[in-house]
């Protein structure tokens, strides 16, 4: 992303254009859902795994993260992620070493964030609200491995869309107990209090055992969903 295009973002995103710059910036928007429903449209059931850019292989957590990669993989699921480095380069890591499908949706940042080299399939995408979108369009499900505020932002509007109904009811998991701990005693406090429901609560689980958030993800898409592995094709060049 060059420094026009980090002005032009800010100026989006800083109140009224005119309407001419307003109409502009609609169309540069509905491009990028183009370029991403053409890249992604083939993928096949998927699910997604949020998670820190900042943990490099040696640590723990990128370990774990690749073996829930390729159990995901095993199961049939196409493992999307954000496309970057760390958790998400470690998820579809596993994907490809185990021999399934790989799929990144990157985000353009000033500083440059690249694809990983693990990703059979990616898009590139300039606007965080519209790669959101498509890491939730595809997925039936979502991991939430330790990160950072974006992780955070992508695990909530994931809960947010299955609570209100937007989306059906797939299965969220945290992984890294010691790390989210402190954050489900805080989502048993909301509970207390009323803010969310019980039921909200139904199919988030909590583990650090790969093969135990396997089942759970499983268990709630499978058959419930009827999914079948959709291979690998090429259709126009896509």
């Known amino acids: ?21 307003e109409l502009k910036m ?3 928007v509905f491009f990028e859902f183009i370029k991403g429903f053409r890249a992604l449209h083939f993928i ?12 490099n292989e040696n640590h723990n957590y990128y370990k774990m993260t690749v073996e829930l ?12 992620t954000g496309g970057g480095p760390g958790i998400m380069e ?9 021999g399934g499908n790989s799929v990144g949706c990157n985000i353009v940042l000033p ?13 590139n995408i300039k606007y965080f609200f519209v790669r959101k979108v498509f890491l939730v369009k595809y997925s039936y499900g979502f ?10 932002d992508e695990l909530f509007e994931a809960l947010t869309l299955i609570q209100t109904k937007k989306i059906q009811d797939f299965p969220v998991v945290l992984m890294g107990v010691d790390y989210y701990q402190p954050l489900m005693n805080f989502i048993y406090k909301m509970k207390d209090e009323k803010t969310i429901s019980p039921e909200d609560l139904d199919l988030l ?6 093969q135990e958030a396997t089942r759970h993800i499983c268990k709630h898409t499978l058959k419930r969903f009827n999914l079948k592995r959709v291979r690998k094709i090429a259709v126009l060049g896509e």
Request: proline share 5%; net charge negative; charged share 20%.
């Open 26 to 28: 609609a169309i540069q």
């Open 205 to 210: 689980l909590l583990t650090d055992d790969v």
């Open 1 to 21: 992303m060059n420094n026009a295009d980090i002005i032009k973002e800010q100026n989006f995103l800083s109140g009224p254009l005119s309407r001419l710059g």
């Open 69 to 80: 990669g390729k159990e995901l993989a095993h199961e049939g699921f196409t493992v999307m």
């Open 44 to 55: 096949g059931p998927s699910i997604t795994v949020f998670g820190s850019a900042r943990f």
């Open 143 to 152: 991991v939430a491995m330790p990160g950072g505020f974006g992780t955070l």
């Open 111 to 123: 500083f440059e964030q690249k694809e990983n080299p693990y990703l059979d399939k990616w898009v």
């Open 90 to 98: 470690a998820a579809n890591r596993g994907a490809r070493e185990a």
